[in-house]
């Protein structure tokens, strides 16, 4: 079975600065994507960035990048220029790329902004 | 926007009584799933449907939970005999359907459940 861990269950940064969350996972899939997903207290789960396990290149949306290590099992999610509204719970996920198309969670990390 | 919706928001049951939580897809959306998500704890899959067939059930957590999905679009949730453990957010999620491909799955409110 696939799981996800995140090791760090809070995180904070300055607002403009920049924060690196962590994740690990572990699968003996070949082939499999990784989402990084971002839940605000209103409970709405979004999608912040998504990365295919077969492409070397690591995925980038606006202020957010990836580093994806597929041999060390390393998927970090990188937050530039820290705005307030980035302050939520984020997690870390893994869907294979079968038929079972259900997603596995990490137990999530708390980003809190600080103006 | 036409995005997923559930309800209740919140429900409050007293223990050992039973649920419906519902589910409203995007429209056409074949794939719709269910997770449950304990208090600072990431969602954990419960079931998913493809249509109208329950395809995989294997996260229930037991047979106190049942998921239908009659006409293949909104879906229910029930819980009998609630237990405090119950106790969660229930999320549900559904996207479109295509073989071989990713397709992102779009997340409703959630459904907070208080079991006393």
């Known amino acids: 079975a696939q799981t996800v861990t995140q090791s760090q269950p809070e995180m904070s940064v300055q607002e403009a600065e920049t924060v690196t969350l962590s994740c690990t996972y572990d699968t003996s899939e070949s082939d499999y994507y990784l989402f990084w997903y971002k839940q605000p207290p209103s409970r709405q789960m979004i999608l912040v960035i998504r990365q295919e396990a077969y492409k070397q290149q690591n995925a980038t949306e606006n202020r957010f990048s990836v580093n994806f290590q597929k041999a060390a099992k390393s998927f970090s999610l990188k937050i530039s220029d820290s705005q307030l509204g980035d302050a939520a719970m984020y997690f870390c996920?893994?869907?294979?790329?079968?038929?079972?198309?259900?997603?596995?969670f990490g137990s999530g990390t708390q980003l809190t902004v600080l103006p | 926007g036409a995005g997923v919706s559930q309800s209740p928001r919140y429900k409050v049951a007293k223990r050992g009584q039973d649920v419906a939580l519902r589910c409203d897809p995007i429209?056409?959306?074949?794939?719709l799933f269910w997770y449950q998500q304990a208090l600072g704890q990431g969602p954990e899959f419960l079931t998913y449907?493809?249509?109208?067939?329950?395809?995989?059930k294997s996260g229930l957590p037991s047979d106190r939970f049942f998921a239908e999905r009659p006409e293949g679009s909104v879906s229910t949730l029930k819980i009998q005999r609630t237990q405090q453990e119950d106790s969660a957010v229930y999320l549900c999620a559904s996207s479109s359907w295509t073989s071989g491909s990713y397709n992102e799955q779009f997340f409703g409110p959630g459904t907070r459940l208080t079991v006393l």
């Open positions: 996920a893994y869907r294979g790329s079968g038929s079972a198309r259900q997603l596995t």
């Open positions: 449907f493809q249509n109208e067939a329950q395809l995989d």
């Open positions: 429209s056409g959306h074949v794939s």
